[in-house]
């Protein structure tokens, strides 16, 4: 069984930082592709940032310059800073991964339970 568990959301206010971190235990092989996702309230879940194991990143345009995405790949661990925060920044926050149980099986996408990022003043 794989676990992804999601830690660092909270209350910040407009401009503020806050570091969001997601590690994965249980057994398997590797995980390659980690990365975040977020849904708003009323709105549809959508891809924020992915790291592939080698560390080559991807963000969605709305983050560029403001979110950075890291992973240590020791502790199968996958962190965001998130910089100049705004309010529209607001949802649930959560960490994916794409994981290999065993090297002769494909990866399955594995989800963490979320976790929530409020932006306010």
């Known amino acids: 069984q794989v676990q992804l568990v999601e830690s660092g959301g909270g209350l910040a206010q407009p401009g503020g930082s806050l570091r969001l971190s997601c590690a994965a235990s249980?057994?398997?092989?590797?995980?390659?592709?980690m990365g975040w996702y977020r849904q708003a309230p009323g709105k549809e879940r959508e891809w924020v940032a992915s790291?592939?194991?080698?560390?080559?990143?991807m963000y969605e345009d709305f983050v560029k310059g403001r979110f950075t995405i890291s992973r240590n790949n020791a502790e199968n661990a996958v962190f965001l800073q998130m910089d100049n925060l705004k309010p529209e920044d607001t949802a649930i926050y959560y960490c994916?991964?794409?994981?290999?149980?065993?090297?002769?099986?494909?990866?399955?996408?594995?989800w963490g339970q979320g976790t929530q990022v409020t932006v306010s003043s």
């Open positions: 790291i592939s194991r080698l560390g080559k990143t």
């Open positions: 249980g057994s398997f092989f590797e995980i390659s592709i």
């Open positions: 994916n991964g794409l994981v290999e149980v065993a090297p002769d099986q494909g990866p399955l996408a594995y």
